[in-house]
């Protein structure tokens, strides 16, 4: 198994593209140990000393590192994945749905459909390209709150990236959209 590496905006992650499914559908975060319960391979992955968070897209793995530096971690990464894609086991032990949208009470409104919308059309694709994932969290009094995940989460053009890319898209788009925040 080959398994190609990209780097990403935030420094402290790196992509990795094991060339086959990961997710089938949705993404997964994990921003510690602790939440790793239910992956086998992330808990591979946090056994690793220096991982600090895993990330699932559809086609790839972010991990977050804390300040050690990438040349110890990242051939420890890619010796775990393969070994973890080589067992055969699913990448998550229960068929929990991925999280696609943090706060779900009640139908939509219209226009929280259209942020979403765009969201899931314009700004996701976009994000995953980096190894990241923006999920809707909430719309009031005219802001819009998303969650940050994978290498967004952290990432230092991250506050550049919600006000001068997402909050102008969605205040183009959208008149009632005001702002747009990290939760």
């Not at 897209?57 to 804390?66: H, Q, S």
């Not at 779900?104 to 995953?128: H, M, Y």
Request: aromatic share 8%.
């Amino acid at each position: 198994m080959f398994i190609q590496t990209e780097s990403t905006p935030n420094p402290a992650t790196l992509k990795f593209l094991p060339g086959r499914d990961v997710m089938a559908a949705g993404t997964v975060n994990f921003p510690n140990a602790d939440a790793a319960g239910r992956s086998p391979l992330a808990k591979r992955l946090f056994a690793i000393d220096g991982v600090v968070g895993v990330f699932f897209g559809a086609d790839f793995v972010t991990v977050t590192k804390d300040e050690s530096g990438w040349d110890g971690l990242k051939p420890a990464i890619l010796g775990a994945i393969v070994e973890f894609f080589a067992s055969g086991e699913p990448v998550l032990a229960d068929a929990a749905p991925a999280a696609a949208e943090a706060k779900a009470e009640g139908p939509d409104s219209e226009i929280v459909e259209q942020i979403k919308e765009l969201l899931e059309t314009r700004v996701r694709p976009a994000v995953a390209q980096d190894g990241g994932d923006i999920v809707f969290h909430d719309f009031e009094d005219g802001v819009v709150y998303l969650h940050m995940q994978g290498s967004c989460a952290g990432c230092p053009s991250s506050t550049a990236t919600l006000k001068s890319g997402i909050e102008n898209m969605l205040r183009h788009y959208i008149p009632e959209v005001t702002e747009v925040r990290a939760v």
